[in-house]
């Protein structure tokens, strides 16, 4: 009995050791988007950033410090959680409504330095907003008819 429990003992540690190179890895591929995006050469601006970032990994990856779960619950966890939440955006539709909305309406926004009158600039945007409907309603129409070719395909 005394030797099953030595066993559970050392397969908790091996678990505990498992789990903690598993965060490493994490925060290693997090490390490696950061540096690679461009994002720390904004960063690096900042008065001894090297310094700084040199005593982080240092702590981080010495083995008796609780710093790769602190990392990995306080910051990892959090931005893959917004990333999920980002990547489950029906984009399609976020393109279309907002970004082709917008490109359509920049000619309104421009109209006030070239057109004086308000009834003029009222009729040009009402114009521009029956070009976006029907704009809109052909390329969903045509998403429409290639929707129904597919019928068969389930995209989880």
């Known amino acids: 009995e005394h030797e099953h429990e030595h066993e559970h003992h ?22 490696t988007l950061y540096t690679s995006s461009g994002v720390e050469w904004w960063i690096s601006i900042i008065p001894f950033y090297y310094y700084l970032k040199m005593i982080l990994i240092s702590i981080t990856v010495w083995p008796s410090t609780k710093f790769p779960a602190f990392w990995f619950e306080t910051f990892l966890i959090p931005i893959m959680r917004k990333a999920h939440v980002v990547l489950n955006v029906n984009w399609k539709d976020y393109i ?18 070239l057109i004086v009158s308000e009834e003029e600039a009222m009729a040009v945007r009402k114009l521009r907003e029956e070009q976006l409907v029907q704009a809109l309603e052909k390329k969903y129409d045509a998403d429409a008819d290639d929707d129904d070719d597919d019928d068969d395909v389930v995209v989880n």
């Open 10 to 31: 050392e397969n908790e540690e091996h678990r505990k050791i498992d789990w903690e190179i598993l965060q490493l890895w994490a925060l290693y591929a997090f490390h």
């Open 96 to 113: 279309m409504n907002k970004v082709v909305k917008e490109l359509y309406e920049l000619p309104n926004h421009m109209l006030g330095l």
